[in-house]
């Protein structure tokens, strides 16, 4: 069984990264990743799912952190230097879930953006969106759910406080 799972962190308003894709302000003051169960999670990763923008932006921080990872960027351009691992797919979602689906990968980790959201949540194929929120406004930035997001009607399984940030777990209803 194959299970799209996004596990992500959003500033107070929304926001997962600053307009640049900048995303220092989860260093500053943020718990870590680890306090919201994140290795836990990173270890059962099969395949890790992104958008064009999310893996532009981790490459511009330095060296691929997935290494050991398969994963796939859902993008029509190819990529220049992909580190071993990566691969690209047409935006053909509906196609590409079905195929990840028929494989049978376990827990595929939908990384982001915010345009692959919309899109997975448009076919419902979101089966778990964990969230890191961080008590800080941004103001501006990139929206975990840009403009376009079909409503989606959801159901917390599981919520906590990890020092002043809070921890949610939401399925579909």
């Known amino acids: 069984m194959t299970l799209f799972h996004c596990h992500i962190a959003t500033s ?3 926001m997962i990264a600053r307009p640049d894709g900048g995303v220092d302000w989860l260093v500053e003051g943020a718990p870590p990743p ?4 994140f290795d836990a999670f990173y270890d059962q990763v099969a395949l890790i799912l992104m958008g064009r923008g999310t893996y532009e ?3 511009r921080m330095g060296d691929w952190p997935y290494a050991g990872k398969p994963a796939l960027v859902v993008t029509s351009r190819p990529l220049d230097d992909a580190p071993p691992g990566v691969e690209t797919r047409p935006g053909d979602l509906p196609a590409l879930v079905a195929e990840l689906r028929q494989r049978g990968l376990g827990l595929v980790w939908v990384e982001g953006g915010g345009q692959l959201l919309r899109g997975l949540l448009g076919i419902g194929a979101l089966d ?7 008590p800080v406004i941004l103001g501006a930035g990139i929206p975990l759910f840009p403009p376009g997001t079909p409503e989606t009607r959801l159901v917390l399984r599981q919520s906590a406080t990890v020092g002043d940030a809070l921890h949610l777990i939401y399925e579909p209803a």
């Open 128 to 134: 778990r969106l964990e969230m890191a929120v961080v």
């Open 34 to 37: 680890e306090a919201f169960g």
């Open 57 to 59: 932006a981790v490459r």
């Open 12 to 14: 107070l308003d929304g």
